[in-house]
Each structure stands twice: as structure tokens, then as C-alpha cells.
């Protein structure tokens, strides 16, 4: 079946735009997962929802990190006001239950911002 | 909070040789994974191991959790297993896992 989508794969944005970044978890999976990975570092956690629910939010840097999952499917990670510092790859995984092992990741978003 | 060490963090190998990578971890963890970033950047879980040993082809893993480490063992290496490796823990399975810095592996045929 189907694995983990991120949509743009690339994006780049100049310093002050806003982005969204998109990313399609595997289907009926419950939990959902966004990381940040600066080049030769590994992921950094950002946030987790359970469904539509957003259990944790602690990794997001500051408040112009945003993230959404509305309908506990597809989510969106909003950034606001982007700074160069916010280059990274962002990652998205998800797992099939709440309280599950295994997390698949999607491909990476990579931003770049000029 | 969660602090993960690996080493080595570089290693180079001829095509069929063996290696053992470390994951040492600050505190104990029930959600232990270890990864493998390939070249193009995509994330594979390997295993899901917070405690004994599993293997998978030839790779195999163990977790001494009282001891608060990991072992990733791969054997007779193909330059398909180049990349970087990674392993992540947690204090529960549904909770967010730190990662290490990764062991970034290059086999040579």
C-alpha cells in the first residue's frame, strides 16, 4: 500500500514568507508525527496528535510554528514569518495506533530559506 | 530529558565485512527504534526494540535496558547498507522519541 506523503518535497522561501507543508499519513493510521532535521543531525521531534488531537506540541521552536490536523488525517505544518534558521528537512511519521512502535516516515520537505 | 550517544560516529567498510554499532542512552526508555537514512534521505525502521534481541536478514539488534544500551549488528555489509543509521528512544510507545547524531556508515565494493 500506499506510504507516508509530504508535499512540496522542495520549497523555497524567502526570509519572511509563510509555508505550509503537507504531509498524507498512511491510511487509518492514528498518530502522526513531525520532526525537523538540520543537515547531518538527526530528526528533531516538533509535535504529535493522536487524530485530530495535538498531544504534544512541545518541539515546536516558537509561535510561528503551527501545526494542524483537522480531520486526524492529512496535516499541515504551518510556518510564519520564515527565518533562514528554519532551513531544514521537516519529516513526517506516522503509526497505526495510539499506542504502537513502529513509525513510518515520509520522504521529507526540504526548505530552504533565502 | 532523553540524551542519546552513538558511535562510532563515522565508519567505513569493505563490501562483506561485519560491524556493530553503539547507542547509549541517559536514562531508561520502553520505546527504543533504530533507523537507517539512505542516501536520498528516506527514514526505514529496522526494529522496534526496547528490550532483547531480534534479527532481520543480517541485520540483528539487542538491547541490554538495565545497562541503557543498544548493539545494531550488521553482517557481510553490501554498499546498499551505506548510509546513516540512527536509533531513537522514548518513555513510552506513544510519545515523541529522541534521536541520536547517527553513525553514517560508507561500505566500498
Known amino acids: 500500500g500506499a506510504g507516508v506523503s509530504q508535499s512540496p518535497r522542495y520549497k523555497v522561501a524567502k526570509r519572511g514568507q509563510d509555508v505550509a507543508l503537507r504531509c498524507d499519513p498512511i491510511?487509518?493510521?492514528?498518530?502522526l508525527f513531525w520532526y525537523q532535521q538540520a543537515l547531518g543531525q538527526g530528526p528533531e521531534f516538533l509535535t504529535y496528535f493522536q487524530n485530530e488531537a495535538q498531544l504534544d506540541k512541545s518541539g515546536l521552536p516558537s509561535d510561528r510554528f503551527f501545526a494542524e490536523r483537522p480531520e486526524g488525517s492529512v496535516s499541515t505544518l504551518k510556518i510564519q514569518r520564515t527565518q533562514q534558521e528554519d532551513s531544514a528537512v521537516y519529516l513526517c511519521a506516522s503509526s497505526p495506533w495510539a499506542d504502537t512502535d513502529t513509525q513510518y516516515f515520509g520522504p521529507g520537505t526540504r526548505l530552504t530559506v533565502l | 530529558g532523553i540524551q542519546v550517544e552513538q558511535s562510532p560516529p563515522d565508519l567505513i567498510l569493505q563490501e562483506g565485512a561485519n560491524s556493530t554499532l553503539r547507542c547509549n542512552f541517559s536514562?531508561?526508555?520502553?520505546?527504543l527504534q533504530w533507523f537507517h537514512q539512505n542516501p536520498w534521505g528516506q527514514l526505514i525502521n529496522l526494529f522496534y526494540i526496547p528490550s532483547g534481541t531480534k534479527q532481520n536478514g543480517r541485520l540483528s539488534a539487542t538491547t541490554v535496558a538495565t545497562e541503557r544500551y543498544s548493539l545494531l549488528y550488521i553482517s557481510s555489509s553490501q554498499t546498499t547498507d551505506s548510509g546513516v543509521y540512527f536509533c531513537a528512544g522514548g518513555y513510552s510507545s506513544a510519545s515523541k522519541i529522541i534521536f541520536g547524531s547517527g553513525t553514517r556508515l560508507s561500505i566500498r565494493p
Open positions: 491510511s487509518g493510521h492514528v498518530s
Open positions: 536514562d531508561s526508555v520502553n520505546n
